[in-house]
């Protein structure tokens, strides 16, 4: 009985332990609840290495302090993290982020909550495309380079095309590019990307030129100088003068001359429109002309009273002629070497010997020259290449008269007023006449008026473009260049000059 006593207390303290066990379904035994979100005024697109404030909220049956908070991300670095909140930043690389934290109560029961971030790509920036607008004589290599960044320092990939010509040589963030054979308006086109999408596009453009049949301007009143191409396309704008007043090519060694009046100096280009050399200290330089067969320059000064010959490298004073008398223009004979010079300050044409000696002075002895007189205010002058024949304007008696083989006729053409220039077509045997007081250009031969084309005002220069026989006006109070055809058809017109007074055309090689 006794043994039976025991067994009854002994069943009921263990029922008694049973019943004070815990309930496994007790919400007391329930892990964390983790919940991310991103704080208030996040940017809405996520750039690399930017950061954002993510915040935590947990809750646990245990206190707070007692949660151990673990912060991991699937790429990225965090700045900072708490048990409330963290600050990450961003990866380098674009992509789309996991961000997950893990809250461990005493019991090391766990919760967690992740959230995915976007981290976007910033497109590359194309710093430089040079040149950007160019002119490439047809058939010629051209270089074209880039400068490009990338605010996540991306790899760049750069890709170039031509919409006509050939590129050459492709060196990454280069090319050589060789021009087509035909006049064209070409695009250089350039994209540069990286590896996650962003891409920059430029373009460069290349008007595609002859250079035969190209003209150069001396756009007086805007103080610079303009190449155009045959086209009337501006291809190169140079600056930095004052009064450009004359302007004149030698095409055997591609070399541009101008005159500018108000510096009083003489600038060589070459046809690129470098600047090569600067010729200073002429006196009131009136007008240029080149010696084909060794390119030296002849000047005539009408302040200094004087006519200069200046090597073809701009750099020296060969030969100096003193004595005249305000001389204003001066034309040569490309066969026999003659220099022929409007003196008029005393009313004649000068012709010097093409071996007068230095400072050879024309008042004190006439061993190397001869002088043409019956004129009063002779003002310009033109030497037909294959005839040698002279043919002056004279402003005052408006009329045109012509030397040849020392003789002076006068050609018989009435109704001029004022005249200021003459230009030969050597193709055809005439010569245009800028008669500027009739606002009109006049195209004549030894009988006289040929044609006529009229609608200018006051047009100071021209020029005969001697592969086709085109003509080019500089249409001083128009502000504007005209050109024409030989039959004095005007094909086009370029307008944004200022007092245009110098013209001239490269003849090709």
């Known amino acids: 009985m006794k043994r039976y006593s025991c067994f009854i207390v ?7 332990i049973i019943a004070c066990k815990k309930d496994p379904a007790s919400p007391k035994d329930k892990p964390p609840h983790v919940s991310l979100s991103l704080a208030n005024e996040q940017p809405s697109v996520l750039l690399p290495e930017n950061q954002i404030s993510i915040l935590v909220e947990i809750t646990d049956e245990d206190e707070l302090d007692s949660i151990e ?26 992509g789309i982020y996991a961000i997950r934290v893990e809250g461990i109560d005493l019991k090391r029961q766990s919760g967690e909550d992740s959230l995915l971030v976007s981290v976007g790509n910033r497109a590359p920036n194309i710093l430089t495309l040079t040149p950007e607008n160019s002119a490439v004589v047809l058939g010629n290599l051209a270089s074209f380079a880039t400068t490009a960044s990338d605010s996540d320092a991306h790899v760049l990939d750069y890709s170039w095309k031509a919409s006509a010509g050939e590129i050459q040589q492709e060196n990454e963030n280069s090319i050589v590019w060789l021009a087509p054979q035909e006049p064209a308006y070409c695009q250089i086109y350039l994209e540069v990307a990286d590896a996650f999408g962003g891409i920059a596009h430029d373009t460069a453009h290349v008007v595609v030129y002859r250079e035969a049949g190209s003209a150069w301007v001396a756009d007086t009143g805007n103080n610079r100088v303009l190449k155009l191409s045959a086209d009337g396309d501006v291809l190169i704008t140079k ?6 007043n004359k302007i004149k090519i030698d095409a055997i060694r591609r070399s541009t001359w101008i005159l500018d009046f108000a510096l009083r100096n003489l600038t060589l280009l070459n ?46 004073l060969v030969r100096q002629f003193l004595g005249f008398n305000h001389p204003s223009a001066i034309g040569l004979d490309q066969r026999s070497g003659g220099i022929y010079i409007a003196n008029t300050g005393n009313h004649e044409i000068v012709m010097l010997q093409t071996n007068t000696p230095n400072k050879y002075d024309i008042k004190t002895t006439d061993t190397f020259h001869t002088t043409f007189r019956e004129f009063d205010t002779p003002v ?15 402003n005052f008696l408006e009329s045109v008269m012509t030397i040849k083989e020392d003789q002076l006729f006068n050609i018989g053409v009435s109704g001029l007023r004022l005249p200021k220039s003459v230009a030969i077509d050597n193709t055809t045997r005439t010569a245009w006449i800028a008669d500027t007081g009739n606002g009109r250009i006049v195209k004549i031969n030894k009988n006289g008026i040929i044609s006529e084309v009229t609608g200018f005002l006051l047009p100071h220069a021209i020029a005969v473009d001697p592969n086709d026989g085109n003509l080019w006006v500089a249409d001083t109070e128009n502000d504007r ?10 094909l086009f017109t370029v307008y944004g000059f200022s007092s245009p007074q110098g013209i001239t055309i490269n003849p090709g090689q």
Do not use: Y
């Open 10 to 16: 002994s069943l009921f303290f263990f029922v008694i």
């Open 69 to 94: 908070v673990k912060w991991s991300a699937s790429a990225g670095t965090f700045v900072s993290s708490s048990k409330t909140g963290a600050i990450w930043q961003a990866s380098k690389t674009p």
């Open 239 to 244: 600056t930095g003068f004052i009064s450009p």
């Open 271 to 316: 046809l690129e429109g470098e600047n090569k050399a600067v010729f200073e200290d002429l006196g009131g330089p009136a007008d240029l002309s080149v010696m084909q067969v060794n390119g030296n320059i002849w000047v005539v000064e009408t302040d200094s009273n004087r006519v200069v010959e200046i090597s073809n490298d701009g750099k020296n």
């Open 380 to 394: 310009a002058l033109d030497v037909d290449l294959h005839t040698q024949e002279v043919w002056i304007v004279d």
């Open 481 to 490: 260049i005209v050109k024409c055809a030989p039959n004095g058809e005007k």
